[in-house]
């Protein structure tokens, strides 16, 4: 039985002769030309020039792609034969895998560094919803409330803006009083302050309502590249070029402790969630008594050193270092589980550590140039009524809990934002 119609063998000879006249089988081209019965005068302009290696072409993709489709298919079948238990298990373990459900585009350059722009999407969907503008040099860093209602952004033009998701996104605040360009910025615990690190080598408290600076900590040498708030608002961190990491009060702006070890700039600081305490002990043999349950107990920093350093905040001693990058660390995000670390690099991939080992268990190629930033989504839901406070370190959840969400962001050089779902 034929499975090509008349019309379909007409073509397939003919694009088969002017492949063999085309590549100067003489004989062969005579030979089909004569069994074949087909009239045709080869013609470089023709639409048969080209198609069978256009078809053969395509052939070899649509083989790939099934074969893909089929590793993927395999995969997804395990996962539905396990037990519902197992499936639950298998997403609160949750980490990035390639392909990123989502690849946003739309910036024109790298982010968080050189595009003066804040652009938001629907995570969800992927789809492009508005950009702010307001600032005029570079972006360098972003953070919604807790709530999701306001976004804190900073720029090398000196200002710190906040923006109003329910009022259209107007620009409702722009604080002032960095002398040189600010690099980072985060809402301390119950939203009503903000904290924000600069080139000119300060730490700064906002007041969000007033529009007002509180107070001004100093001590690094050199550029303060990143800073962040504990999840009680007790302590603050902060990374610099002058290689150190330090600890501060924010109530008094006293240091609290220096912590000394990586041979370059320190990028990136974050408090390690209590939820990760029994893993980190493991880790650095430190005896579980239980005993310590307060945020800000641990910290992990990442350097241009290539290598990631978890330390005790408490004594300031190094418990781990974690190598394996081939360039700069960026950014680093602790698992909701708090079994885990994920950290972004400038050698492309975002790595995932094993806390308990500190192995490197994963390596994702993420993106086609440095990864500037990662970052977990969260969400929020109400469990009652508590006091919120942010820098006098008393109950900050003003009645709702952060509940994470299996949903993975990362930026880079490349311009492009991934988004990374299960």
């Not at 910036?107 to 722009?117: F, K, L, N, P, Y």
């Not at 702006?253 to 408090?271: I, N, S, T």
């Not at 994920?342 to 390596?363: F, V």
Request: charged share 25%; net charge neutral; proline share 3%.
């Amino acid at each position: 039985m034929a499975l090509l119609s008349d019309r379909q063998k007409e073509e397939l000879h003919k694009s088969m002769l002017e492949y063999l006249h085309a590549n100067n089988f003489t004989s062969a081209y005579n030979a089909l030309k004569e069994d074949s019965g087909v009239e045709y005068t080869p013609d470089p302009k023709a639409k048969y020039a080209g198609l069978l290696e256009k078809k053969w072409t395509s052939v070899i993709r649509l083989q790939k792609k099934i074969m893909d489709l089929e590793t993927r298919n395999a995969s997804l079948q395990e996962e539905l034969s396990l037990a519902p238990s197992k499936r639950a298990a298998m997403q609160a373990d949750w980490v990035p895998r390639a392909p990123a459900a989502h690849v946003l585009t739309g910036h024109r350059q790298s982010i968080t560094r050189e595009d003066a722009t804040v652009k938001i999407w629907d995570w969800e969907t992927g789809e492009f919803e508005r950009t702010l503008k307001g600032h005029q040099k570079g972006v360098n860093d972003v953070e919604f409330d807790h709530k999701g209602h306001l976004l804190v952004t900073c720029s090398s033009d000196l200002f710190i803006k906040i923006w109003d998701s329910e009022n259209e996104w107007k620009n409702v605040k722009t604080l002032t009083g960095h002398d040189h360009a600010v690099s980072s910025a985060r809402f301390m615990p119950g939203d009503q302050f903000i904290v924000s690190a600069s080139w000119d080598h300060s730490i700064r408290i906002f007041d969000v309502a007033a529009g007002h600076l509180v107070r001004t900590i100093t001590g690094h040498t050199d550029w303060v590249r990143h800073v962040v708030p504990s999840d009680d608002g007790r302590l603050l961190a902060s990374a610099s070029k002058d290689q150190t990491a330090r600890l501060w009060d924010p109530l008094t702006g006293e240091l609290k402790m220096e912590l000394r070890g990586h041979d370059h700039q320190v990028e990136v600081v974050v408090f390690a969630p209590v939820a990760s305490y029994n893993a980190i002990r493991e880790l650095a043999g430190v005896p579980n008594t239980d005993r310590v349950k307060r945020p800000g107990a641990y910290v992990a920093t990442g350097s241009r050193d290539k290598t990631i350093k978890l330390w005790d905040t408490q004594s300031g001693q190094l418990l781990k270092n974690l190598a394996g990058h081939d360039n700069w660390v960026r950014a680093l995000v602790f698992h909701p589980s708090g079994k885990l670390l994920l950290s972004a690099s400038d050698d492309k991939t975002i790595r995932i550590w094993e806390l308990s080992t500190g192995r490197c268990m994963k390596t994702v190629e993420a993106h086609t140039h440095f990864v500037a930033t990662i970052t977990w989504g969260r969400q929020r839901v109400s469990v009652g009524s508590s006091k919120a406070n942010g820098t006098d370190g008393t109950d900050s959840k003003s009645g709702e809990t952060e509940k994470l969400v299996n949903v993975v962001a990362s930026a880079g050089v490349d311009q492009i934002v991934k988004i990374w779902l299960p």
